[in-house]
């Protein structure tokens, strides 16, 4: 089964420091979004994209947090300035559709640590 | 206000037995999906099955098996003969009208001892 890659797998890094998280999306999926999970919390929506824009955010993407699909295949999340609190496990998924019932591919997350 | 609700941290049973997880919902749609997913160790989500507001039939795939009841809000998840590749995170999600996010539960931890 076709499945979502991301990388890397593990991220630590120092507060203040930019990362940039990358994600390869299933081939033919139109929609892509990242989610995190902050240890022992539940798992949080961020952000969607479709069509080269953002098409919904939540309250936690402020500022710092950018989106970008650079080329055919890469879909990246950066975190201009990173604070401690951003230390989280991310989760990019892709989906063909943007729909109710649309099951989306999740990825096997990155872990950021920030220091 | 909280969209899912999973009662139950951490449940901890013996191989073969049989374990169940609840999942409350809130929502004012009358059109809306529920999700499950399980996370294992390994740190994926992997989704297990979705169901739609019209359709409360149970459904039974191998030894999972869900309950769906509108009249209680809630879409419960049981795992028949337990083994210990069941253990993981299992997270119930809800998908509304217009917000087309999933809406994750805290998740419940099942452990499944040899």
């Known amino acids: 089964e076709p499945e979502v890659t991301q990388t890397p797998s593990h991220q630590v890094t120092q507060m203040g420091q930019e990362v940039i998280l990358r994600c390869v999306p299933i081939?033919?999926?139109?929609?892509f979004y990242w989610y995190r999970q902050i240890l022992g919390q539940k798992v949080e929506f961020l952000v969607s994209f479709y069509n080269n824009e953002i098409s919904e955010k939540s309250e936690i993407f402020d500022d710092q947090f950018s989106v970008e699909r650079p080329d055919g295949s890469n879909f990246t999340l950066k975190i201009r300035s990173t604070k401690l609190e951003d230390s989280a496990m991310y989760f990019c998924?892709?989906?063909?559709?943007?729909?109710?019932?649309?099951?989306?591919?999740f990825g096997s997350g990155t872990q950021l640590s920030v220091l | 206000a909280q969209k899912v609700t999973q009662a139950q941290t951490e449940i901890s049973v013996v191989e073969k037995e049989d374990v169940t997880l609840d999942c409350v919902y809130e929502t004012r749609d009358t059109t809306y999906y529920l999700f499950w997913y399980k996370q294992p160790p390994s740190g994926e989500l992997v989704f297990l099955i979705r169901r739609n507001s019209f359709d409360e039939q149970n459904e039974i795939s191998g030894r999972y098996s869900w309950n769906f009841q509108k009249s209680t809000s809630s879409f419960n998840f049981t795992i028949t003969a337990s083994q210990v590749v069941d253990s993981a995170v299992y997270f119930c999600a809800l998908s509304e009208v217009g917000d087309y996010k999933l809406s994750f539960g805290a998740g419940t931890t099942v452990t499944v001892r040899a």
């Open positions: 081939s033919n999926h139109l929609y």
């Open positions: 998924a892709s989906s063909v559709l943007q729909a109710l019932n649309e099951k989306l591919f």
